[in-house]
């Protein structure tokens, strides 16, 4: 079960040069096809593989409100402005469009890691998040099947939160841990319907992951016992697709487009309220839908002079389908049989803009700005994820090491503007009380690293 947006996560959950030739009269054919075929096949096992190993360690990774842009570090490298040059493997994510790009098969992997530091100072006290590294893993797999057709399949996490509050903090009623990890499976297949123009299109399997902590106080008649808490984790999955077109109307100049449609996952796991002894605890099963929002990036990419390539994109994300968290019990615990909290969080904008520089071949040098706008509005603003406008330096590189390998280096530095809680969270429509709200000053910095590999067979 849960509830989220930024700060880039998923424990256990109570809830793939061979293959066409062209021949001689300028048709496509195929060349041994059973070493293509093994090929295909190598490369889905280690797609699998790979999956296996992301599934049992990766973990929350910051990124936009709850949703994660870092899945690849050429993109991440110049302000994630990449859906007009999508020129390797990680178009599969910024815009499967570009995959008709790549003249040979392709395996790409990138790891990113992010370290978070948020901090709340108000009414005298002052707190920070724990200190922790973060991290998550995308791996590509794009093959050429035909002069005008790519296909793709990718697995990356498209959203993920982690937020860990000390228990004694004054918000502690609010939130103490949150975890949100997702992982999705993204095949996508591209079509050139034109020398300039390719279109694709693909479907998103997607896996989520909650989990959810905080305090709650505890009376018993006129005495006051240690403090509760209550907590909910949950799973499931959900459906969804994505398009993707890159039109080049004269050379040099390109256009791209990409959208992500919303996907509806219905968390299943348990509630449980733990009370200090000797107070009996009590859980139940239950339920809590998120809607994941739909998104859509529009970018131009030119090359003024070469060997200089500069993008600008623009994203809008459809953050209005998060009006409510609404989480459903199938019995009572402590007299309620839900969860009610208003987030009312509106569609938002972010502006990236990217630049690259050929320094030889081979090697590429990138930087950039992103200015991402936050969904979260003042009357609802909270610790769960405390969000703000953001300014988000980026700079890294790539090198071909060897003919067909590849290395990429990604660095961003994310700010985000103080924010300034002054409302009242109510759950279940009850306010908690003015000594629980944690009104005061947010601030929050993230570090974030991306490094990846990639092998053009």
Sequence with gaps: MHDQRTSPAPRRGHLLREGYRNSRKGKAKFAGKPRIGARISNFFSYLISSSAIILSCASPAP??????????????????????????????????????????????????????????????????????????????LAVPAHPRVALGIGFFSPF??????????????????????????????????????????GFDVMWSR????????????PRQFPDGEVRLTGDGNGFGYNLGALYEPVSGLKLG???????????????????????????????ANLEFPPSL?????????????????????????????????????????????PKRWHDSWAFRFGANYEVKEGMKVRAGYIYDMTPVPDGTMDPQVPDANRHIFTAGGELKV??????????????????????TITINSQPLAPQQQANGRYNSTVHSLGLSWQFQF
Aim: glycine share 10%; hydrophobic share 40%.
């Design 160 to 201: 993920g939160l982690g937020t860990i509050w000390p228990p004694p903090w004054a918000g502690r009623y609010v939130t103490t841990f949150s975890s949100l990890k997702t992982y999705n499976l993204n095949p996508v297949v591209s079509v050139k319907v034109l020398d300039n123009l390719s279109l694709a299109a």
């Design 63 to 140: 990124g936009a409100g709850f949703a994660l842009l870092q899945q690849g570090t050429a993109a991440m490298a110049q302000g994630n402005a990449f859906v007009a040059d999508a020129s390797d493997a990680s178009a599969i994510f910024y815009n499967p469009a570009g995959l008709n790009q790549l003249k040979t098969p392709t395996v790409y992997q990138g790891v990113f890691i992010n370290y978070p530091d948020r901090e709340f100072s108000g009414g005298g006290l002052s707190s920070q998040t724990a200190h922790r590294f973060y991290h998550a893993t995308s791996v590509y």
């Design 210 to 221: 909650v989990q959810l902590k905080r305090k709650r106080q505890v009376f018993v008649g």
């Design 257 to 287: 487009v990409s959208y992500r449609s919303k996907i509806f996952v219905d968390h299943k796991g348990q509630a449980a309220l733990n009370l200090p002894p000797p107070l009996p605890s009590s859980s139940a099963s239950g339920r």
């Design 297 to 341: 990036t529009m970018g131009v990419s030119c090359r003024p002079i070469q060997p200089f390539a500069l993008e600008f994109d623009t994203t809008w994300t459809g953050w209005s389908s998060y009006d409510n968290f609404i989480a459903k019990f199938d019995g009572s615990i402590a007299g309620t049989t839900g969860q009610r909290i």
């Design 402 to 423: 060897f003919k067909r390998f590849t290395l990429g280096i990604a660095y961003n530095f994310i700010l985000a503007e103080t924010r300034f809680k002054d409302n």
